[in-house]
Nanobody
Framework: VQLQASGGGLAQPGGSLRLSCAAS??????MAWYRQSPGKQRELVAGITTSRRTVYADSVKGRFTISRDGAKNTLYLEMNSLKPEDTAVYYCNAGGRPGRDTDSFRAGSYWGQGTLVTVSS
């Protein structure tokens, strides 16, 4: 199983970026985006199930949108109104266990390689 993430880059504060994660072979019920900033633990950004149930970190609610295309087996993260504190390496994840909130959401065993998002003027 491979997860291939893409779409990171440099954006100005208030700008937008769209991340993609293509999954090979298996369709996972639960997929998610995590991020990790220097000196911080990896944190859940957003998760989604095949039934389109979603969960978001409070820090990105109203700004980020997670979605998936079943036909392409691809996960997306639309990021709007970006802030400098969104700067991090973003990882896609698959095979986890969904939860009602970020505290109960559990990451799966499959990780993409990470894509760097830098928000700076």
């Amino acid at each position: 199983v491979q997860l291939q993430a893409s779409g990171g880059g440099l954006a100005q504060p208030g700008g937008s970026l769209r991340l993609s994660c293509a999954a090979s072979a298996i369709i996972f019920d639960t997929m998610a985006w995590y991020r990790q900033s220097p000196g911080k633990q990896r944190e859940l950004v957003a998760g989604i199930t095949t039934s389109r149930r979603t969960v978001y970190a409070d820090s990105v609610k109203g700004r980020f949108t997670i979605s998936r295309d079943g036909a392409k087996n691809t996960l997306y993260l639309e990021m709007n109104s970006l802030k400098p504190e969104d700067t991090a390496v973003y990882y896609c994840n698959a095979g986890g266990r969904p939860g009602r909130d970020t505290d109960s959401f559990r990451a799966g065993s499959y990780w993409g390689q990470g894509t760097l998002v830098t928000v700076s003027s």
